[in-house]
């Protein structure tokens, strides 16, 4: 018994000598320094599995670095903490590339054909020169999402809808609900009818639930995990949404939709890929559609109902700006304008951007394409990923002050001290900057502002509790809760007598600032 305890005491000595002489020797100097090393290639695996994105930040605190590097098993990771370096990598859009990384995790999460595959996969960093279909992809989607015509237009159906459903909602009063799940079909039907027009195929109800089964699959599919059960589901969703979707557009339907779905087809036509494949596509943007913007709106409705102060002085704020108007049929109704919303709803607004600062858990990462020295100072290898975990830059007392762990509805309000946008990255930033997000603002603001002046929600068996968010995966920029709760939903009092509800669009949807980018627009 003695001799086998150290036969194994010898082995696991033996093994570790081997990892730590194997990592010291692959290791070069002019690399960003190895941190977490305690049991090499082991240690940083067991961190971002237990931590997640929190891990990163832990790490920051622990050690300040501007950058580290993380040995896993076959790769190497290069986290980059400081804003000077992330703006380097961002212009190093080449060197350090993100259409690469996307190119791969699409074609495995839609399981496209061997045809459509091989071109998405060609030319993906430009080496050829600017064509291609994913070099050419954001150029083609952008202008249907800048602010202009296009923008315009969209939120416009999109106002509609949600004045609709929120009217449909006051004669079901009292209800209760799940707060997210209600959330969830809400956001999930206006935003797709808006995109897709009056035959949007995620007005089925099988559409519509397949789409979350396809999202919570995608971790194992992204990792190739293609035998689990979760990524079985997820296949069998992403049949289900691609058959929608292949009949929506050769029924031609598409033409009833926004710009961003013709842009979104006239590219892939362009490119030849085939329909089905084409479909695929469209049902898996769903998750840049959705993924975000519904979870966003679900803890800006909890910010806003759990703090009768947040409530009271945003309230006071959009009933500022509401107008009542006759309708064609003559009925007073209630009035937002979303563009004054815009500029005078300053808590609202700071309230909106407090949120995406603290739950944002964006990771955006970049491939090495070449080795590579990042400011002439570190040497990123060949292969490996860079990333910029956004929750170091948006949990940085230097930037945020000691109070950066809590939620304070008023940062982004006050007119005296400005805090720095180079350290807000909830949309990200250089080339790979959300085209989504003033579109996603839009929708979160309009949907949020109508609910308080109209309703009131009270969690059904207890108080309100802060929902925890620690199954959020690792792709994932926003988390949902954890656990769903009821919620029962009634009318606001003294706006009993107000049947109906509309938003207007005065002026061109005008960018508020939600990037640095935005700031010189
Ligand atoms: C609150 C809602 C949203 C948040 C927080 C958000 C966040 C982000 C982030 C962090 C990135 C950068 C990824 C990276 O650099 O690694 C991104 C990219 C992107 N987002 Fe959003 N997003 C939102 C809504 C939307 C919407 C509604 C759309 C579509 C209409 C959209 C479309 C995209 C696309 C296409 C990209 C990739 C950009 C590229 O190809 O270069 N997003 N988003």
Same mark, same amino acid.
């Given at each position: 018994?003695?001799?086998?305890?150290?036969?194994?005491?010898?082995?696991?000595?033996?093994?570790?000598?081997?990892?730590?002489?194997?990592?010291?020797?692959?290791?070069? %100097?002019?690399?960003? *320094?190895?941190?977490?090393?305690?049991?090499?290639?082991?240690?940083?695996?067991?961190?971002?599995?237990?931590?997640?994105?929190?891990?990163?930040?832990?790490?920051?605190?622990?050690?300040?670095?501007?950058?580290?590097?993380?040995?896993?098993?076959?790769?190497?990771?290069?986290?980059?903490? #400081?804003?000077?370096?992330?703006?380097?990598?961002?212009?190093?859009?080449?060197?350090?590339?993100?259409?690469?990384?996307?190119?791969?995790?699409?074609?495995?999460? +839609?399981?496209?054909?061997?045809?459509?595959?091989?071109?998405?996969?060609?030319?993906?960093?430009?080496?050829?020169?600017?064509?291609?279909?994913?070099?050419?992809?954001?150029?083609?989607?952008?202008?249907?999402?800048?602010?202009?015509?296009?923008?315009? !237009?969209?939120?416009?159906?999109?106002?509609?809808?949600?004045?609709?459903?929120?009217?449909?909602?006051?004669?079901?009063?009292?209800?209760?609900?799940?707060?997210?799940?209600?959330?969830?079909?809400?956001?999930?039907?206006?935003?797709? #009818?808006?995109?897709?027009?009056?035959?949007?195929?995620?007005?089925?109800?099988?559409?519509?639930?397949?789409?979350?089964?396809?999202?919570?699959?995608?971790?194992?599919?992204?990792?190739?995990?293609?035998?689990?059960?979760?990524?079985?589901?997820?296949?069998?969703?992403?049949?289900?949404?691609?058959?929608?979707?292949?009949?929506?557009?050769?029924?031609?339907?598409?033409?009833?939709?926004?710009?961003?779905?013709?842009?979104?087809?006239?590219?892939?036509?362009? *490119?030849?890929?085939?329909?089905?494949?084409? !479909?695929?596509?469209?049902? !898996?943007?769903?998750?840049?559609?959705?993924? $975000?913007?519904?979870?966003?709106?679900?803890?800006?409705?909890?910010?806003?109902?759990?703090?009768?102060?947040?409530?009271?002085?945003? %309230?006071?704020?959009? =009933?500022?700006?509401?107008?009542?108007? $006759? $309708?064609?049929?003559?009925?007073?109704?209630?009035?937002?304008?979303?563009?004054?919303?815009?500029?005078?709803?300053?808590?609202?607004?700071?309230?909106?951007?407090?949120?995406?600062?603290?739950?944002?858990?964006?990771? #955006?990462?970049?491939?090495?394409?070449?080795?590579?020295?990042?400011?002439?100072?570190?040497?990123?290898?060949?292969?490996?990923?860079?990333?910029?975990?956004?929750?170091?830059?948006?949990?940085?007392?230097?930037?945020?002050?000691?109070?950066?762990?809590?939620?304070?509805?008023?940062?982004?309000?006050?007119?005296?001290?400005?805090?720095?946008? !180079?350290?807000?990255?909830?949309?990200?930033?250089?080339?790979?900057?959300?085209?989504? %997000?003033?579109?996603?603002?839009? &929708?979160?603001?309009?949907?949020?502002?109508?609910?308080?002046?109209?309703?009131?929600?009270?969690?059904?068996? +207890?108080?309100?509790?802060?929902? +925890?968010?620690?199954?959020? &995966?690792?792709?994932?920029?926003?988390? =949902?809760?954890?656990?769903?709760?009821?919620?029962?939903?009634? =009318?606001?009092? +003294?706006?009993?007598?107000?049947?109906?509800?509309?938003?207007?669009?005065?002026?061109?949807?005008?960018?508020?600032?939600?990037?640095?980018?935005?700031?010189?627009?």
């Amino acid at each position: 018994m003695a001799m086998n305890y150290s036969v194994i005491v010898g082995a696991v000595t033996a093994v570790y000598v081997s990892l730590r002489l194997l990592l010291h020797y692959t290791q070069d %100097r002019r690399e960003p *320094h190895p941190l977490d090393t305690l049991i090499p290639f082991v240690s940083p695996v067991i961190g971002i599995s237990r931590n997640k994105t929190n891990y990163y930040v832990m790490l920051r605190d622990r050690y300040n670095l501007p950058i580290y590097t993380l040995r896993m098993p076959g790769s190497r990771i290069y986290v980059v903490n #400081s804003p000077a370096l992330i703006s380097a990598v961002q212009r190093q859009y080449k060197a350090l590339a993100f259409m690469p990384l996307v190119a791969k995790a699409s074609v495995k999460v +839609s399981r496209f054909s061997k045809t459509a595959s091989d071109i998405i996969n060609t030319n993906t960093n430009g080496e050829e020169g600017d064509w291609g279909y994913v070099m050419t992809f954001h150029d083609t989607i952008q202008p249907s999402l800048a602010p202009g015509t296009h923008l315009d !237009a969209m939120n416009r159906v999109m106002l509609g809808l949600v004045a609709e459903y929120l009217n449909r909602l006051r004669e079901q009063l009292p209800t209760t609900v799940r707060l997210f799940d209600w959330v969830k079909h809400q956001i999930t039907l206006a935003t797709t #009818s808006s995109t897709y027009g009056p035959s949007n195929p995620y007005k089925s109800p099988t559409v519509e639930a397949a789409f979350w089964t396809f999202k919570s699959g995608m971790s194992d599919l992204i990792m190739g995990l293609n035998y689990t059960h979760t990524a079985s589901e997820a296949i069998r969703a992403m049949d289900i949404g691609a058959t929608a979707f292949e009949n929506y557009f050769s029924d031609n339907h598409r033409q009833g939709g926004s710009a961003l779905v013709q842009a979104r087809y006239s590219h892939s036509m362009d *490119h030849h890929i085939p329909l089905n494949d084409i !479909a695929r596509s469209e049902f !898996a943007n769903g998750v840049a559609l959705l993924s $975000n913007t519904v979870p966003n709106t679900f803890w800006m409705l909890y910010h806003l109902y759990s703090d009768p102060e947040v409530l009271a002085e945003c %309230r006071k704020e959009v =009933s500022d700006v509401m107008m009542v108007i $006759n $309708n064609n049929e003559g009925e007073p109704t209630h009035t937002i304008d979303m563009s004054k919303v815009k500029t005078s709803c300053p808590v609202l607004l700071s309230t909106y951007k407090e949120v995406l600062r603290v739950y944002s858990t964006a990771v #955006s990462a970049r491939l090495v394409m070449e080795d590579h020295m990042l400011d002439n100072q570190y040497l990123l290898k060949k292969g490996s990923t860079v990333v910029m975990p956004t929750p170091v830059q948006h949990h940085n007392p230097a930037i945020w002050g000691p109070t950066n762990a809590t939620f304070d509805h008023l940062r982004f309000a006050s007119t005296e001290k400005r805090p720095n946008q !180079a350290g807000f990255r909830a949309f990200g930033g250089g080339t790979t900057l959300c085209p989504g %997000r003033h579109f996603a603002t839009t &929708e979160i603001l309009a949907f949020t502002a109508v609910m308080i002046m109209q309703f009131d929600i009270e969690p059904k068996f +207890s108080r309100w509790v802060q929902p +925890s968010r620690n199954k959020v &995966e690792f792709w994932e920029a926003t988390p =949902s809760p954890d656990e769903d709760f009821e919620v029962e939903i009634r =009318s606001v009092e +003294s706006e009993k007598q107000a049947r109906h509800w509309a938003f207007v669009l005065s002026d061109s949807d005008k960018p508020i600032e939600l990037s640095a980018e935005d700031l010189s627009l």
